[in-house]
DNA sequence: CAGTGGTCTAGACCACGTG
DNA sequence: ACGTGGTCTAGACCACTGC
């Protein structure tokens, strides 16, 4: 494993493209993720083997792996090692989740999916997640449910390359987060998010499901979610009653 | 300029309390921002001689200093040194100006405050402010356009002590961010909010200011912001139009 | 040129988890 | 007892800035 080493990574001479020795060794890193070297939840090898592997010194994987672990890539444990991060967690669930209830604790969402069928990419769909019109899609729609009250309807939109084996009995009989599913079943791990969030008058059909009155204000949050590479792996448009639930953020 | 060290700092013996070094560096740091020891936008001493005030070694403090620029509260500057960061900047602007046009660049928001008077803290507002109801407050009332079109309707309180002077002529002269004012008028640093996000319908006198009909929806922008030491010192409910502009926010 | 932060190394000891 | 990540040190050289 000693030809793993960046090119002319040493103390003399420069590499052909500067760019730091760690920022070299992070990167290498992030390639076997996607490469599913090593796979959510598993360990990663120490520090002192990565630098061995690389021929750096640990300080010098330290820093790349300080920066995975900032990134939510991988999450250290001390005195255990680092392990590859997972949606199948307490901790990461949240995360992603950000319609809350005003008072209490977010009790876990009930999730019922009322479709579950292919279809093919509009123009606009095709774009956000970098297709062509027309291209195979899996188009689903859930009612997210809290204490009994429909809160939240998600239309989601995921490339059927990707996705080819989903139907609705696999997501009926799954528990647990939808993204820990794309993980586990798709190799597709999401990492990171973009969100445009307006306020909106409620369709009659909406309504209907989401059993308020028609033209009530609701909060729409359209997502497109990213894979490793900055790869769009998923649209989602949320449609979210906010009477006595909101949208947390903090701004730091 | 020795005694600053904290006490028992050495590779010998151990704190009363755990900390790791550079934590209790990053704490010192942190106090010497709080008391103005070193002001926005002002070079705060470099790692060497930090690093010699608190008998510890560059690389400590570096850990320390990097925590601080992780928190922007400092800027660091390769070959210049590290700056107190500061509201007056181009690059802190959008931090905390997340409602913006759909397509094009986000134009400098025109400001225009409709109101500035001093009131008294209701029991909700007492609460988010730390404060006792009917402790004094400012409170402001002002209209953000966008390109000629009022988009954003904010309305503001803040603890009547900290803003005593704060005056409508002072604001409709100042030009450039409000927490920049906050900031070099009143010695307030905002670093940090919390915000609730919720789609409401316009009541009658906003429908009128920002020009929409009654009753269309609108993003309800909540938020609490927060100084050194997780000091409370502004509450903000901003009132947005969504038609043609969006909140955004990355997941990561 | 001198001074700053940025990178990299090598080695020490500590704290935590497991056997 | 051992291996992991966490902290700390000391010293080297590099890259950027400004005189």
Request: charged letters at 30%.
């Amino acid at each position: 494993m000693i030809d793993d080493r960046p090119a002319d990574a040493g103390r003399t001479g420069r590499p052909a493209v500067f760019s730091p020795l760690y920022q070299q060794i992070k990167d290498l890193l992030v390639q076997g993720l996607e490469r599913g070297e090593w796979k959510p939840g598993e360990l990663i090898p120490s520090e002192i083997e990565l630098a061995a592997r690389f021929q750096v010194s640990q300080g010098t994987v330290r820093k790349a792996v300080d920066e995975l672990a900032t990134e939510h890539l991988v999450v250290r444990r001390q005195g255990k090692g680092t392990f590859v991060a997972t949606h199948h967690e307490a901790r990461a669930q949240y995360r992603f989740l950000r319609v809350v209830p005003d008072e209490g604790e977010p009790l876990p969402a009930v999730s019922r999916f009322l479709e579950c069928r292919r279809t093919r990419a509009t123009a606009d769909i095709a774009r956000l997640l970098d297709l062509r019109t027309g291209d195979p899609l899996v188009y689903l729609r859930r009612l997210l449910t809290f204490d009994g009250t429909p809160i939240v309807l998600d239309d989601i939109w995921l490339p059927g390359a990707t996705f080819k084996g989903l139907s609705a009995e696999r997501l009926a009989e799954y528990k647990g987060p939808l993204y820990g599913l794309f993980e586990t079943e798709f190799g597709t791990r999401m990492i990171r998010a973009e969100e445009r969030i307006r306020a909106v008058a409620a369709e009659a059909d909406v309504a209907r499901l989401l059993q308020i009155a028609p033209g009530a204000p609701l909060l729409l949050v359209e997502r497109v979610s990213y894979t490793y590479g900055e790869r769009p792996v998923e649209v989602r448009r949320g449609l979210s009653v906010t009477t006595r639930h909101h949208y947390r953020n903090t701004l730091t």
